[in-house]
Structure formats: C-alpha cells, structure tokens
C-alpha cells in the first residue's frame, strides 16, 4: 500500500489483477475513443496559478455535494458491474464512501442489489436510474430506491442507444466468459477465488424484477432490447411525481439543457459524456464546463465527471464552476486494485493532492478557487 501514490498506480494494478475483458470495459470510450482521451488530456491545458505570501497553515478541503457536506467536494460515480471489478464491490466502494465522508452514487446495473448495499452500509446513498423501455420497472426501481431511503436519484439522459465499444465486442464481453476469456481468467488467480467465494454475482437489481429476467441468459437478452430511445422531458417530470424527492440529471453536455432543466427546477445537473463511452467526437466535460456554467451556475449545483484524475483536477473543476466532481474510473482503478481499503486509499490521496493544490495556490477553503485561479495554456 505505501508503493501507491496515484491513481495512475492503481491503474495499472488493477490491470495486472482483473480478468483483461473486464479492465477493457473500465478502460475504453466508444468508437475512436477520442472523446475518452480527451476528458483527461483537456485537463491539463488548464493552468493553475502559483501564489505565495499567503497564510496557508489551515485548509478546509470540505464542500456541499448534493445538498449534504463532504471531506471534500467529489462523490463516487455510479458504475455498472462493480461487483465484477472486485467480490462484492458496490458494498466495499460505498463503506469506503461512508468512511471518508462522502456520497456513493449505485449502479441499476450493479452486482449487488439496492437492497444488499442499503443493508451492508445502514447509510443513505444515491442510486443511478437507467430509464428502460418497461417504465413499469422503472417505477418500480424508484419506489424500491425511495423504500430504502436513498437519498437522491440519479437519473441517466445520456443512453438512449449504446455506443459501441470496439475492445468489449472483440472481447466478447459476457458475465459467461468464453474459451479465450477462461484461459486469461486463470492468469488472475486472486480475482477468480475471490468470485468463487462471494455471494453476489448477478444483478441484483434487475433479475427477479424485471419483466422475463430470471436468470444472465435472460437479462442479457432483456439489456440489449430495453435501451429507450424515446427518453425525452415529460419522462423527468414523470419521474419527479414518482420519486418526490431531490433529482440529479447526469448527461448533460450542451449550455442549452443545462437550462432546460434549470427551467424544469432541477437542482443538480452532471456535466458527463458517459466517460467517452457514448459519443465519440464529443467535447471534453472540462472543457464544456464554463460554458454550461456560465448560464446555469448561479441557479443549480453543477457536478462534473469523466477525466479526474487528481486532486489538481478536483482544483480546475471547482475553478471552471463546478460545485465538485464524481469519480468513476479512479474508483473503479482503486477497487480492482485493493477492494475497499483501495477506494479509502485513492479517496486520501485526492485530498492530500487537493489540499496541496488549494495551498500551493494560496487559497485555504473551496469558496475562494474561483476562474481567476486557473489560466489556459495559451495565455
């Protein structure tokens, strides 16, 4: 554990321990991938000005993530098939969230169930709402997250089809791996026992609910039919009635929707391009930030994904008017790499890197990094 210093360490232990069709699927955009590389290469046209000459002996890296304060200004993103990056991975990811003291956002298509991690933790967390074909499902995930007191819903905009990954079809990416996938399987011998011994390997919230799903072979056929391409605005409205309670939207990359939704009286918005894994040719969300910002900012909580990396980034985000950030790759990096007590690790060296950052830059608490703290590489 003391080797680890950077997510980029976890990376690549976790390539080195996880089955390489289930690292792919983690480390992959769609397409060309070059909104995938992007996300994180933009973050580094953005500058961070130096300042000395200032008090820095107390800094408060502590911020508001979705209405509820947090060590720092940055949540969990919700991943599908933690469960499969590591034995039991959406509960360990989200007791290593309860730990250090912020929100864990879980998957509709997590290993464990809503249910199972509710019970593990006995701590409200946020719960990702893929909408489907069957809204009868769809309501029925929402009552189900509402009746175990999940604290806000995530609601996904940016799927209304897939975008195709070319390493997961040559893969043959399947939870029923094949020959070839068998044989590097038995290349990961702490992976394979651990998924041996655990308890949780299908997706608990879908099969036994959804209409027809009572098994992998079944879901898989159900997964690739219930995409929705309809999805549109009266949907959100509908799924406001039904929840009641505070909605984030996570997809949104255009100024234009940002309003939209502000008008609607949505609270939190996520600037996200699904980490690369939908649009190819897309902006980056770094780079789309100030716009969106700048029309909404003052009347909604703006959270950004895709791209974070360090604590330096956690720094630009808040400085191109983000509120904070979710963490998806370098959560999934850490729990592949090390279970829960990774995710604990990789959340404290993004604080020490943040607070650096905040002190380096002469700034002690979150509210004073503002646009002035940063500057793009041409200036």
Known sequence: MTAITCVEDFRQLFQRRVPKMFYDYCESGSYTESTF????????????????????????????????????????????????????????????????????TLSTMSICSMEDVAEATKTPFWFQLYVVKDRDFVRDLIHRAKAIGCSALVVTMDLPMLGQRHKDVKNQLSIRPNLRNMLNIATKPRWAMGMATTKYRSFGNVIG??????????????????VDPSLDWEDIEWIRKEWGGPIVLKGIMDAEDAVIASKMGIETIVVSNHGGRQLDGAGSTISLLPQIADKVGD?????????????ADIFRARALGASGVLLGRAMVYSLGAMGGEGVS????????????TMGL???????????????????
């Open 37 to 104: 590389r992007k996300n994180t290469s933009d973050f580094d046209t953005v500058n961070i000005r130096q300042r000395v000459g200032v008090d820095i002996s107390d800094i408060d890296t502590s911020g508001v993530m979705g209405g509820a304060q947090a060590a720092i200004p940055a949540g969990l993103a919700p991943i599908g098939m933690l469960g499969i990056q590591h034995p039991a991975g959406e509960i360990e990811a989200a007791l290593a969230a309860k730990r250090f003291g912020i929100p864990f």
């Open 209 to 226: 609910h959804a209409k027809g799903v009572e098994d992998l072979s079944s879901l898989l056929v159900w997964a690739a039919e219930m």
């Open 299 to 311: 009347k909604m909580e703006l959270i950004v994904d895709s791209g974070v990396r360090t604590g």
């Open 345 to 356: 690790k990789m959340l404290e060296i993004m604080r020490k890197e943040l607070l650096i």
């Open 361 to 379: 830059a002469g700034v002690t608490s979150l509210d004073a990094i503002t646009r002035d703290c940063v500057y793009k590489q041409d200036s």
